[in-house]
């Protein structure tokens, strides 16, 4: 039945030629809300971190579909192919380091136009070493009240490493991509303790040139078990593979990234330059979809439970929810072997046992054809965490695991980036009304 058309008033057509005229001084289609996709089918690729979340939260609860958008995501194997994919043409964006537009925009690797109109979190990283580094560093540490005081510096480690030195023993650390903020972090906190974390130079790509500490790529969802087996000796990762180290009993999270560098760009939505001018109306509604799903994240605590059980699926994070809901739900774990606190065990029922559906209110005809066909697993798992919501714009924060009585920003979900290489999501004019890869298929929402 068709809903009768109302007249044109004077208010109303006032407020619609200020749209219009705002829409073409920004060189966007006229109307671009309800503007049509360019592209409906679209790929994206993301790295296991639970920083994925707004890409996730907006393919389960249908916000992409919401916006005529039929998405698949798609694991990665790290961040190189990712970005190689998205340059070739693979895969229409990914969840990507804040570093990589700008590394390919300068030709720091792959030279590219990469462009981002989207930032999905600030901060979300850690340092985390193994339980005999940690053993070694702590009779070095400040202590008050029997307990270790935090920010826990460099200092401590490099008494360690002096003395590996003396030994002619390595030390060695993980980080994940070169222009990644991990890289830099970790370099950052060792240099600021005395360790020299090396030099780039033209000879010499892997940056070990003269270091203390040797530092490596490694996959975030590897970290763990590569420390495990002694290859690294501690490792700079976003979440939850920190926390992951923590319930394995292998490693100790000693500083977060809010400590290092408060509120750095973490991870974006990039897409190339000539996609982005071939599909501006698909591009906003992309961004649209992701925002709304910040808004969503940012709602409350049981959503925030329902995304830890979305993220622990095998075709995104695949880690087990109680690890996922420690950064995702603000509950931190300091030591190695220490148990979940009490908030934890509290939502850890709701994440066992409680089912949930992931159909949108609202739902749209797209949605709710059919039933959907199983993913296959990954291969790979990474995550970040998000953060408790601090401003009143759609942005997604959770309080930093570890640190007792602490909240610390982390990722923002919808926060504009500015840059020659960050476009600003103001200028899209964007309303908010409402080693292989593992493929989720084309609107499945598995439950």
Known sequence: MTAPSRPLSRRRFATQAIALAGATTL???????????EKESLKFGFIKLTDCAPLVVAYEKGFFEDEGLNVQLEAQANWKVLLDRVIDGQLDGAHMLAGQPLGATIGFGTKADIVTAFSMDLNGNGITVSNAV?????????????????PIKADALKKVV???????????????????????????WLAAGGLNPGYYSA???????????????????????????GTIHGYCVGEPWNQQAVFKGIGVP????????????????????AWAKANPNTHVAVVKALIRAGQWLDASMANRV???????KSQYVGADAAVIANSMTGTRIRKGRQAPRARLQRLLPQ????????????????????????????????STWPRRSINPRSTWRLPTPWLPKERSRLPTCSRPMASRAFRPVSSMGLTTTAASPTTTSPNSRSA
Request: net charge positive; hydrophobic share 35%.
């Open 27 to 37: 060189g966007l289609p006229a109307m671009a809300a309800k503007a049509r996709p």
């Open 134 to 150: 940690w053993a070694e560093m702590k009779p070095h540490l400040p202590m008050k009240d029997g307990k270790v005081q935090h």
């Open 162 to 188: 002096d003395a590996w030195k003396k030994e002619g023993k390595p030390f060695k650390m993980g980080m994940v991509f070169p222009v990644s903020t991990h890289n830099y972090e970790l370099r950052y």
């Open 203 to 229: 000879s010499d790509t892997s940056g070990t040139t003269k270091a203390d500490v040797l530092l490596s790529v490694t996959p975030p969802p590897q970290m763990p078990n590569t420390m495990e087996a």
């Open 254 to 273: 000693v500083i977060t990234d809010n400590e290092i560098w408060k509120n750095n760009p973490e991870k974006v939505f990039g897409v190339t330059g």
């Open 306 to 312: 329902e995304a830890v059980k979305m993220l622990s």
């Open 351 to 382: 994440l066992r046992h409680s089912s949930f559906t992931a159909t949108p209110s609202g739902t749209s005809p797209r949605c709710a054809a059919g039933a959907r066909s199983p993913s296959p697993s990954p291969t790979a798992g990474t």
